[in-house]
Structure formats: C-alpha cells, structure tokens
C-alpha cells in the first residue's frame, strides 16, 4: 500500500497542522481542547505558536509538583545514564529502596509496583481476591468485591465492568462478574451488601472524575469501621486524590482513616513516567508468589528512581501545605462568586469542582472561554468544571485565575 501524504514537515508545522493530524492519525478516544502544547514550566504551559496558558488540570493531578520540576528531572537524567530497564528477572538498585521509601510514607509495610494506574486497579482487584480465598477462605470463584456509583477507576475490561458510566461501557461487553455497585456515601447501603464471599470494598476518598465528589463527614471513617468488623479489606484509590493534592499526603488522612490497600499512581511518576504501585501489609501482598503476578516495566529503575524523588519532595510536606493553604484560599474566592449559574463549588485542597445549573449551559463552554483568557482546564460529568492546578501555584497565581474565572462566569 502506498500512502500519499501531503503533511508538513514537523518542525514547520502550525498548531492547526497538528490538530488536523491527530484528528486523522490518531484514535477519537478524546475530545481535547484545541491547544498544542510544545513546552511547559511549572504552572504555566506553552502552546506552538508562543502563547502561554496556566495549567489548571495538571494533568488529571499527575504533574502534582509542576511541569519540568527541576529536582525530579535532574533525577530522571541522574538515572538514565546510568540504568533504564532490567525487567524483575534481575534485580536493580533502585528497587528496594523505593518500596522501602513508598511504604515508609504511607504507614505501610510492602509495595507491589506497576505503571499505570489501571493496572495498580487491577493488581489490587487480584490481592483482594486471592486473599479471600487464601485467607479469608471463600469457595473459589464466589469472591465479591463492592464498588461505588459514579466511580472511576480506569479503562481495562475488568474496570470498566463495574462503571456505573454507559459511556464507559458501551460496545465493549461482555464483562468481568464479581463485582456489585454501592451507592457513594451510603454506609446502610454498604452494610447489607456486604456477604460471607465478600472480599473487599474499593472506594476512592474523594470521587475526582465524577466531579470532586466528598462523601459525608464520617463516611470513610465509619465505612472502614465496617470492614474491619465483617473482615473485608478497604481499599482506597488514591490515584488522584493522593500524593499532596487535598492538602495531606492521602486523602484518607482527612478522616483517620488507614485502608488495607492503598493504590498510587499518577502523581507518583512525577509528570514524567507511568509509575503505580499497590501498597499494603506483608500479609496482604504476601498473597502473591512468584510467577502469579507481573509486568515487564513495573519496577524499573528510571521509575522507582523517578518515584524516589516525589516521595522525598512528599516527606518534606511543604506541597501538602501548599495544597491546604491555597487550597482555602481559593474556596474562600469561588464562594464570593455567588452566580445563580453556580449549583454547588466543592473542594478539598488544591482540588476544586464548580457545577454548573443545567439551564447555565454546559461547563466546556466555560472552559472554552477561560482558554481564551489563557487557563486551561477541563469539564467532567458535563455540568461540573474541575480546577486542580500544579500545587507549586503561588497565592498571586491563584488571584489572577480567579479574576479570570469571575469574568467568564458572571460575563
Ligand atoms: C486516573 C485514575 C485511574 C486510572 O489511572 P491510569 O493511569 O489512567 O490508568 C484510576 N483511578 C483513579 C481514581 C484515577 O483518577
């Protein structure tokens, strides 16, 4: 087959050229904003043609500690010339010391690492299962796990089986049994699901995708409370709410609250690389044994080495303060917005939903003129609009972005 093309060549191409080419080389699986993005520092980024935006999404919270943070990149680049990849057939020196570092910063006692997020969902489903029955004794093939309306917790197969989003599961069936759906913030609903072949409830603290979504004051606390007392592990995805971006290292902190599996992700590959992991107890992740369990690239040593440097930034806690400052800082503005085109504002640190009424319009149009005021962030769930900027945003950025979003919004 002869492919004609007619394309410019890279380096002379406009940022219209580029968006013609993913539109006709790459998958519709996104409906991104029309920026291209070519270079990018701390919070601000810059588009092909020099005009600067703030970035107000960060990534979906993986650039938690700013785009091109000098210390993780010196890091990055400290490793690659020394070790990128020796796969779990051999060891590597960076290993060791970053599970030891990872689950010294959670209050954990072992890691089990992967790379993206999905599939540290996925490693966490297979613990929880295997531990019931190794452990807990469940017939084989009964194991139930118990997850949350609205949640988000990736794209595999198995995932998506228990979405409550059609638009997540449409065309891709059939799907993976074993999982049963809980209404968000019901703890009786929680309670009565629960059975003798349950084996693990998967929540996320906070629910990012679905808007930034905080369960009732005492949920988590009395939800762990209940799966200690029916022996269910409780497991916390933390991909998106951990690592910094409520204002505490997890957001499980807020209630107290310690789950039996703690999943990471995002945040922990420093904008840089895909690095997940699952942490949790020696009993716990001593389910796996070798050969049951893997992945080519989990563990590698540009990762952990990569993962060593966020966890040594996350110990010093100056970006979880930073997050719960500001984060207050700009709640206390978005509440003087009051717009009767506002439904409700919901935050928790640097981590903001603005939802707009229905008759309001859609909150993409919103984002489509805050893009043109030069912020970028993104709708979820359509009506909610999510502000999550990189947590090294200072107070006189965080002004300039509100005075922006005040004109949008009330103009
Ligand atoms: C992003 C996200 C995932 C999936 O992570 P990927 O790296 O995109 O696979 C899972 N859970 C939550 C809560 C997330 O925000």
Same mark, same amino acid.
């Given at each position: ?32 904003? +029309? ?8 919070? @601000?980024?810059? %588009? ?32 690659? %010339? ?10 590597? %020196? ?36 295997? @531990? ?44 993976? +049994? ?80 310690? +789950? ?40 590698? +040593? ?96 965080? %002004? ?12």
């Amino acid at each position: 087959m002869t492919v004609q093309t007619q394309s410019p060549t890279p380096g002379s191409m406009t940022g219209q050229d580029h968006i013609d080419m993913v539109e006709t080389y790459a998958a519709h699986n996104y409906h991104p904003l +029309p920026v291209v993005i070519a270079k990018a520092e701390g919070v @601000w980024v810059e %588009d092909a043609d020099g005009k600067r935006y703030m970035d107000m999404l960060a990534a979906y919270s993986a650039v938690n500690f700013g785009h091109n943070n000098a210390e993780i990149i010196d890091a990055v680049k400290q490793q690659l %010339d020394k070790v990128t990849l020796t796969s779990r057939a051999f060891q590597n %020196d960076q290993l060791g010391p970053m599970c030891r570092e990872l689950a010294d910063l959670c209050g954990m006692e072992m890691v089990l690492p992967m790379n993206t997020g999905a599939e540290a969902v996925e490693t966490a489903i297979k613990t929880a299962r295997r @531990w019931g029955y190794k452990v807990k004794g469940v017939p084989q093939g009964k194991a139930k796990i118990l997850c949350c309306s609205e949640n988000f917790h990736g794209r595999t197969t198995t995932i998506i089986s228990f979405s409550t989003d059609e638009s997540c599961r449409d065309g891709f069936g059939p799907f993976t +049994p074993g999982f049963e759906i809980v209404t968000y913030g019901d703890l009786v609903a929680l309670e009565s699901a629960i059975d003798e072949n349950t084996v693990a409830f998967l929540v996320e603290p906070i629910q990012g995708e679905a808007g930034i979504i905080i369960p009732p004051d005492g949920y988590l606390r009395c939800a762990r409370k209940i799966c200690t007392e029916k022996n269910v592990l409780f497991i916390a995805d933390e991909i998106q709410s951990g690592l910094g971006r409520t204002g505490k290292t997890l957001a499980c902190e807020h209630e107290g609250v310690k +789950p039996d599996v703690l999943i990471l992700g995002k945040a922990l590959g420093g904008g840089v690389l895909p690095v997940s992991a699952v942490v949790s107890s020696k009993e716990i992740l001593g389910v796996f044994t070798p050969g049951s369990h893997g992945s080519t690239f989990g563990g590698n +040593p540009l990762s952990c080495a990569v993962a060593r440097k966020v966890i040594e930034i996350l110990n010093r806690g100056t970006f979880q303060r930073a997050a719960d400052q500001l984060g207050h800082h700009l709640l206390n503005r978005l509440t003087t917005l009051q717009s009767d085109k506002i439904k409700q504002i919901r935050g928790r640190g640097l981590w903001v939903g603005i939802e707009f009424k229905p008759e309001a319009g859609k909150a993409m149009d919103y984002c489509k003129k805050l893009m043109a005021e030069g912020i970028l962030c993104k709708d979820t769930h359509e009506q909610t609009m999510r502000l999550a900027p990189p947590l090294c945003i200072t107070k006189d950025e965080i %002004d300039w972005a509100f005075d922006k979003l005040a004109k949008v919004i009330n103009g």
